[in-house]
């Protein structure tokens, strides 16, 4: 019989949190749970969109109610729930993961979460170059170079680039810069964990940055995700393809995705 708690897949989700490696290697096990609901809807009150499952309340692992600010999310959400086959598996569910981070961090948590997205610009993906070959190097630069770019016309931010693998000190000033845009652009929790996500998804804070940027949303996910992988698709085209490693990328997207669709939501 089920309760308002929900409780089925709490430990599935504790032990998965945002990482799609993990959750991938879960998918595989015999003992995910079977399917225990039948339809999910969304129900706003109290000022948010609740999710949930025949009824009842869903909740996250640190027993907050499953519910969202923004009713897109929610939606979100819901459809995941829905489309969930005989088997609960965490990889169906990336718009749920990310809320329940958002959801059990806690307001202290705020702080140390932009401290990571600052120290991610300090070694930001965008800022280390190949010096060889000459298609790469061009290729990065054609890509990664706009982005640069923009933060240097609009915020002021010049930050330092670097060929090879020599580590380049990029200056206080410019990195505490990167953090305040960070904490501007991110109004809520939902936006803060979705920034962090898309950073360590990324591999680079500007990358993650640049999905916060206003205006009407033209496919900038697939482009922020196709700039964050111009090297591995390099390589792709050089030696051919990895099956494993596009397994996991797709997984990875599917995450990627999830954050870049709230902070849509979330920017002005």
Known sequence: MMTDKISPFDAIFAETGLDPMEAAQRSMRADLPKRFWKDATVEERDGAFHVLLDGRTARTPGRSALASPHKPVADKMAEEWNAVGERLD???????????????????????????????????????????????????????????????????????????????????????????????????????????????????????????EPGVDDGRAKTVWQAAHVDEDWNRAQWGEDEEATRLRALRWRDFEAAAFVLSVTRS
């Open 90 to 212: 965490p990889a169906e569910l990336p718009m749920t993961k990310l809320i329940n981070v958002a959801l059990d961090m806690g307001d202290d948590a705020r702080v140390a979460i932009l401290d990571d997205v600052r120290a991610y610009a300090g070694t930001d993906l965008l800022c280390y170059r190949a010096d060889r070959p000459q298609g790469l190097v061009d290729r990065q630069e054609t890509v990664w170079c706009p982005y640069l770019d923009r933060l240097r016309t609009h915020h002021g931010v010049v930050l330092k680039v670097a060929a090879g693998v020599m580590h380049v000190a990029q200056d206080d000033d410019v990195l505490d810069t990167l953090r305040a845009l960070a904490d501007r652009r991110t109004v809520d929790a939902e936006a803060l964990a979705a920034l962090h996500l898309a950073t360590t998804l990324t591999g680079s804070a500007i990358l993650a940055l640049a999905l916060t």
